[in-house]
C-alpha cells in the first residue's frame, strides 16, 4: 500500500543534541510538509516542499532545518533541540493543485515521530 | 486572519447516542473543508474533503456538512471504536500555496 513512513517513531535526544527525524512516502507526491503537535494542540506548520523548492513558515525558528534529496525522502533537523521542542513530528505529503484549478487536495499524514528532551 | 474553531473540546457519549462536532471558521476563500480522525500517538487519518456550501459527504457512521460559516461532522449511532480527536482544517484560496490552518480538535469518547 502507498504510504507515508516516519522513522523513528520515537527519539530521545540531550538538550542541545541534534537530532534527525526521517520521513519516506511512497505515494510519489510532489509536496511534503513537516508539522510539529503538541499535545491537545492542533499541529502546527513547520516548512513545506514543492518538488526541490523550500517554503519556511515565518515563525519557525533558525533551530529547525530540512532537506529534500528526492521526491521519496524529507528529513527534519533539530540543530540544538531544547526542552520547549518536545513534541510529535508529523511529516505529510499532498498533490500540488494546478495554479489554474480551484481544487483542494488532501493530505496524508505518517505515524508521526515523539520527541522527547531530556 | 483565518481562523478554525472546533467545538466542543471533548465530548462524552454512550455507545448509539448520536451527536455532531462543529467547525466554524473565518477565511478569506475557501478553497477546501477536510476532516481528519487522530488516535493517541498517531498521525491524523484523512477522512472527508468538503469543496463548498451545501455539500455532504459520508463514511460509515460519519457524516460531514458543509455551509458558508461552518462545517458539521455528524456521528450516528456510535461505538467505542469512533472515538479518537477530530480535526478540522481549512485550506484559502491562494493559488500555489497549500498550507492548511487546522482547528484543535474535538476529542470524543464513546462509553460501552
Known amino acids: 500500500d502507498a504510504m507515508v513512513i516516519q522513522n523513528p517513531r520515537y527519539q530521545v535526544t540531550q538538550f542541545g543534541k541534534p537530532v534527525t527525524l526521517s520521513c519516506s512516502q511512497t505515494?510519489?507526491?510532489?509536496?511534503m510538509y513537516w508539522y510539529q503537535q503538541k499535545s491537545s494542540q492542533a499541529p502546527k506548520l513547520l516548512f513545506h516542499?514543492?518538488?526541490?523548492?523550500?517554503?519556511n513558515e515565518a515563525d519557525t525558528p533558525d533551530n529547525f532545518q530540512s532537506r529534500r534529496p528526492n521526491t521519496s525522502f524529507c528529513f527534519l533537523d533539530i540543530r540544538s533541540p531544547g526542552l520547549g521542542d518536545a513534541a510529535m513530528y508529523l511529516c505529510?505529503?499532498?498533490?500540488?493543485?494546478?495554479?489554474?484549478?480551484?481544487?483542494?487536495?488532501?493530505?496524508?499524514f505518517g505515524p508521526g515521530t515523539r520527541l522527547t528532551v531530556t | 486572519e483565518d481562523q478554525v474553531t472546533q467545538s466542543p473540546e471533548a465530548l462524552r457519549l454512550q455507545e448509539g447516542e448520536s451527536s455532531s462536532l462543529n467547525c466554524s471558521y473565518t477565511?478569506?476563500?475557501?478553497?477546501?473543508l477536510f476532516w481528519y480522525r487522530q488516535d493517541p500517538g498517531k498521525g491524523p487519518e484523512f477522512l472527508f474533503t468538503?469543496?463548498?456550501a451545501g455539500e455532504e459527504k459520508e463514511k460509515e457512521r460519519l457524516k460531514a456538512t458543509l455551509t458558508k460559516k461552518e462545517s458539521f461532522l455528524h456521528i450516528t449511532a456510535p461505538k467505542p471504536e469512533d472515538s479518537a480527536t477530530y480535526l478540522c482544517?481549512?485550506?484559502?484560496?491562494?493559488?500555489?500555496?497549500?498550507?492548511?490552518?487546522f482547528g484543535t480538535g474535538t476529542r470524543l469518547t464513546i462509553i460501552p
Open positions: 477565511v478569506s476563500g475557501l478553497r477546501g
Open positions: 516542499y514543492y518538488d526541490k523548492d523550500f517554503n
Open positions: 505515494l510519489n507526491h510532489n509536496v
Open positions: 482544517a481549512v485550506q484559502i484560496d491562494n493559488f500555489g500555496n497549500e498550507k492548511l490552518t
Open positions: 505529510a505529503t499532498s498533490r500540488e493543485a494546478p495554479i489554474r484549478d480551484s481544487g483542494a487536495y488532501e493530505q496524508y
Open positions: 468538503l469543496y463548498s
